[in-house]
């Protein structure tokens, strides 16, 4: 979607540049956010997301609250010397060694909530963590009151994936409907209900964007190339805009895994793996549906390009059918 961009660009801007970092925000996952917005994700997560990981701590740690706030210090004070991977972490601060599901971040996902902690790369497969305060010294870090922020967030929010729902604002941070529903009666100066073709119900639009979504739709690309985790499929509740319901299970895998998928003319039609070498790309695609010559055609066209952009001298599709 950006061939523009070079393919080791993500790596530069989290390593050398820092204008991207790594840490746990929507829905409590992991997101790489542009470094300047770490502050207003934060602000909209940072309080309630780390007083639930307190209590995990409390309950399955066998510590109280002051017992887990010098765990947290202690955690602080061992990165003040530079980044530490896990094992490193868990050497300078025994405790750490307790907390469960650590693989899943859960040993520091409280100071990464409130911007103490960042991801900063990894050691083999390790993850690799820093003090934000060292990482990004420069970085204008000022979290705005969690009301103005999420009030931030919304607007971003409906700016990118409008017309929605409260609920599609919901699943796609994690929180109560309550307190969606709360944001959205503050920023009502913002936001406006808007009729849908073929919806029975009424959505939510920024009022500076309603001149717009009264146009024609832009031309739909014939393929496009969707990575795991893609945000255009975790942007609304209902996934029926590019999935049909019949096909969500081929998408949405246990464990929170969910698929790579090739929209044709935007509509989702297959799935699709790679494996990578130095020198060659192999993709594997399983069709959610009939994909005929052409469309075929177009999407192993589509996967040469990707292979060119990563450095691949060749690349294969192997069709599923």
């Known amino acids: 979607r950006c061939p ?3 393919y080791t660009w993500t790596d530069r801007a989290l390593a050398r540049e820092r ?3 790594k840490t746990w925000c929507l829905r409590g996952t992991l997101h790489a956010l542009a470094a300047d917005d770490l502050a207003l994700m934060v602000g909209s997560f940072g309080e309630r997301y780390h007083l639930a990981i307190e209590r995990v701590m409390l309950r399955m740690c066998d510590m109280d609250t002051a017992a887990w706030y010098r765990v947290e210090q202690d955690t602080l004070h061992a990165l003040t010397a530079g980044p530490l991977d896990r094992t490193a972490l868990h050497a300078a601060v025994p405790r750490l060694r307790d907390v469960p599901w650590a693989g899943w ?3 520091v996902k409280g100071l990464a ?3 103490d902690l960042l991801m900063v790369g990894s050691k083999g497969s390790r993850p690799v963590f820093a003090r934000r305060d060292n990482w990004l010294p420069d970085l204008r870090f000022r979290p705005r009151t ?4 999420l009030e931030e967030l919304l607007a971003r929010y409906l700016r990118t994936f409008a017309p929605a729902t409260l609920t599609d604002f919901a ?3 994690g929180l109560p409907i309550a307190t969606v529903r709360e944001t959205v009666v503050r920023a009502t100066r913002l936001v406006v209900s808007v009729a849908v073709e073929g919806r029975n119900s009424s959505l939510l639009a920024l009022a500076e964007d309603v001149d717009v979504l ?3 739709l832009p031309d739909v690309p014939a393929v496009t190339l969707l990575p795991k985790f893609d ?3 975790l942007a609304w509740k209902d996934p029926s805009r590019v999935l049909d319901g019949g096909d969500r299970g081929a998408v949405f895998r246990p464990a929170g895994q969910i698929e790579a998928v090739i929209l044709l003319r935007g509509h989702a039609a297959a799935t699709w793996r790679v494996k990578q070498t130095p020198s060659s790309m192999h993709v594997t695609v399983t069709p959610l549906q009939r994909v005929g010559v052409v469309a075929r055609r177009q999407v192993e066209a589509a996967f040469e390009g990707l292979g060119a952009w990563t450095g691949a001298r060749s690349t294969t599709v192997n069709w599923q059918d």
């Open 231 to 233: 945000a255009l499929l």
């Open 105 to 107: 971040g859960e040993d």
């Open 4 to 6: 523009s961009a070079p």
């Open 171 to 173: 699943h796609w941070t």
């Open 146 to 149: 969690r009301i103005k922020s």
């Open 113 to 115: 909530y409130q911007g």
């Open 19 to 21: 204008s991207l970092v």
């Open 214 to 216: 009264q146009k024609p």
